[in-house]
C-alpha cells in the first residue's frame, strides 16, 4: 500500500524535518519573532507576514527594552558556558563562542548592543565580570568566579596563612633575640691578647721538659657480700652482733625505694597516651562555654570582655554572645581563650585525651599554670587527672 502524497512520512518531510532541526544561516533569522529561514525566499515571506508586523510593532514602542533583554541573555548565556566548561582557565573568546552558538536556540549577536564579538570582550573586562588580554593569536577570556561559597573559603584560607604566618614570625622573632643575646655575652667575654716572643737574656739556654706520665690507678672493686650467707657482721674478736650489716640495709632501701610498675599500669599509661594522641586537635571551640576576649581587632569595646559560644562555624571559628551587652559577634578561636572557674566549678575539657567530657575542678597550680580535675561522667567518673594545662578546660555556660 503506498503513502500518501505529502503525507507526514514521505521522504520529502522527514528530510524537512531533519533540516530543520540543524542550524541555518544567521542572516534567515529573525530574533523578535524566534524564527529560522531556511533560505532567502522563506526570509522574505516571513518579512512580509502579519505576524512579523505584529512583532515590529511592539519592538517600535520600547526598543531599548528589548536590546537590553537581547543583550542580558546573550551575556548570561556565554559568561555561563564560560564558567560550566572552562571554569577559571584562560580561553580564547571565540572557542567559546562557537560552542555557544552550536545551541540552536541561543540568543544571536545581531540583536544585542554588540556588533562584534571583539566589543563584546572587551565589555566584559571593562566591567570587571572577566581578565581579557589581546595577543597575536586574538582574544583570550578568563572567568573572575565571584561565588559566595568561594569566596569563603579563599577567607577562611587566607585566615589560616595569616594564623600560619603569625607563628613563623613569632618564632623567627624568638631566634633573633637569641642571636642578639649571644652576641652580646660575646662582646662581654675578653678577647685574648697575643704578643711577641721576647727573651730577655739570649745566653739563658731554653729547656723543654716533657713531663713523665702520670700513672693510672686503677681502683679495685669491693668485694659484695652476700646477705643471704652473711646476715649478721662480727667484730674482731669473732663475737656476732644483732645489728645487720651495711650493704643489707642498702639493698633493702634501694628495693623499696624503686618500685617497678604492674602490667596493668603500664597498659592504662599506653592508652592514656593513645587518647591523647588522638584526641589533641589544633581547635578547641565548643558550645556552650565561657570564653574572654583577647584581641583588640573586634574593638575596646569588647576587649577583656566574657561571653558565651553560642554556635561552632568551621571548627576554628564560631559565634559568641556578649554577657555584659548581649550582642553577637562572629570570631576567629585566635582572639578567645578559656575561662577557669573557682574550684568545685563543673568545667568542660576542651581539648586533650578526655576532650569533651565534664568535669570537677578539684585545685589549681598557679606555679605550673596548670590544674587538677576528677571526672564527672562516663566509666572513668571520679577519676583524677592532673596537671592539666589551663587552655585545656573551660567554664561552662550555666544560662541564669
Known sequence: ???????????????????????????????????????????????????????????????????????????????????????????QCNIVYQEYISERDHTHMNSTQWETLTDFIKWLGKEGLCDVDYTEKGWFVKYIDRDPETIRKLEQNKVKERMDMDDNERMAKLI?????????????????????LKREN???????????????ETVKPLPVENPFKKPFSKDEKGT????????????????????????LDEIMEFEEQKKEK???????????????????????????????????????????KMLDSGDKVKVDQSHLETVIPATGKTVLIVNG?????????????????????????????????ENIPYEDICKIYQPS
Open 1 to 91: 500500500m503506498g503513502k500518501e502524497k505529502g503525507g507526514f512520512l514521505t521522504p520529502k518531510a522527514i528530510a524537512n524535518r531533519i533540516k530543520a532541526k540543524g542550524l541555518q544561516k544567521l542572516r534567515w533569522y529573525c530574533q523578535m519573532c524566534q524564527k529560522q529561514c531556511r533560505d532567502e525566499n522563506g526570509f522574505k515571506c516571513h518579512m512580509m507576514s502579519e505576524s512579523h508586523q505584529r512583532q515590529l510593532l511592539l519592538f517600535a514602542e520600547n526598543p531599548d527594552e528589548y536590546v537590553d533583554t537581547f543583550s542580558k541573555d546573550f551575556r548570561d548565556g556565554y559568561l555561563e558556558l564560560l564558567r560550566r566548561r572552562f571554569g577559571t582557565k584562560r580561553v
Open 353 to 385: 585525651a578526655y576532650r569533651g567530657q565534664a568535669a570537677k575542678l578539684e585545685s589549681i597550680n598557679e606555679k605550673k599554670f596548670s590544674c587538677t580535675v576528677s571526672l564527672s561522667s562516663g566509666p572513668l567518673k571520679g577519676r583524677l587527672l
Open 202 to 216: 739570649e745566653d739563658e739556654k731554653v729547656v723543654v721538659s716533657l713531663g713523665a706520665a702520670k700513672k693510672v
Open 176 to 196: 633573633q633575640e637569641q642571636v642578639e643575646r649571644g652576641a652580646k655575652a660575646e662582646k662581654n667575654l675578653k678577647e685574648s691578647e697575643y704578643t711577641e
Open 240 to 263: 656476732s652482733t644483732d645489728k645487720p650489716s651495711t650493704s643489707q640495709k642498702d639493698s633493702k632501701q634501694s628495693k623499696a625505694g624503686d618500685k617497678r610498675k604492674s602490667a
Open 278 to 320: 588522638m584526641n589533641r586537635k589544633d581547635y578547641w571551640l565548643h558550645e556552650d562555654i565561657i570564653v574572654k576576649v583577647i584581641s583588640k581587632k573586634l574593638g575596646d569595646k569588647y576587649y577583656k570582655q566574657k561571653a558565651y559560644v553560642k554556635k561552632v562555624e568551621d571548627l576554628y571559628g564560631g559565634i559568641i
